[in-house]
């Protein structure tokens, strides 16, 4: 089992910058992501990495923006967020999962979910 920890929400102006940060029990050998749900919204893919850090992948509407990154030395991975919108106000879950980090692009069910994070990004 495991289970994941998001920290590091809180508010930010647009255009400015925040780091979450999702800490893991146990060995941190899954593919791990972040999603984001806004209100009367669907929960959206927003970035995934590999075990291994090797593969990462980001949804078109934070590209360019947002960084992913871990550390299993610490069980912890990171979401660098940058040059934040209006539009990126959501909750925000880690994710982990036995299968591949290309996969979480699209699947919708993980094998664990973090309690979520709450960003808002004021205009």
């Known amino acids: 089992q495991v289970q994941l920890v998001e920290s590091g929400g809180g508010l930010v102006q647009a255009g400015g910058s925040l780091r979450l940060t999702c800490v893991a029990s146990?060995?941190?050998?899954?593919?791990m992501g972040w999603f984001r749900q806004a209100p009367g919204k669907e929960r959206e893919f927003v970035a995934a990495?590999?075990?291994?850090?090797?593969?990462?992948y980001f949804g078109d509407s934070v590209k360019g923006r947002f960084t992913i990154s871990r550390d299993n030395a610490v069980n912890t991975m990171y979401l660098q967020m940058n040059s934040l919108k209006p539009e990126d106000t959501a909750v925000y879950y880690c994710?982990?999962?036995?299968?591949?980090?290309?996969?979480?692009?699209?699947?919708?069910?993980?094998?664990?979910w973090g309690q979520g994070t709450l960003v808002t990004v004021s205009s």
């Open positions: 994710a982990a999962d036995s299968g591949t980090a290309q996969g979480m692009r699209t699947r919708k069910e993980m094998d664990y």
């Open positions: 146990g060995r941190t050998l899954y593919a």
């Open positions: 990495i590999s075990w291994t850090g090797g593969g990462r």
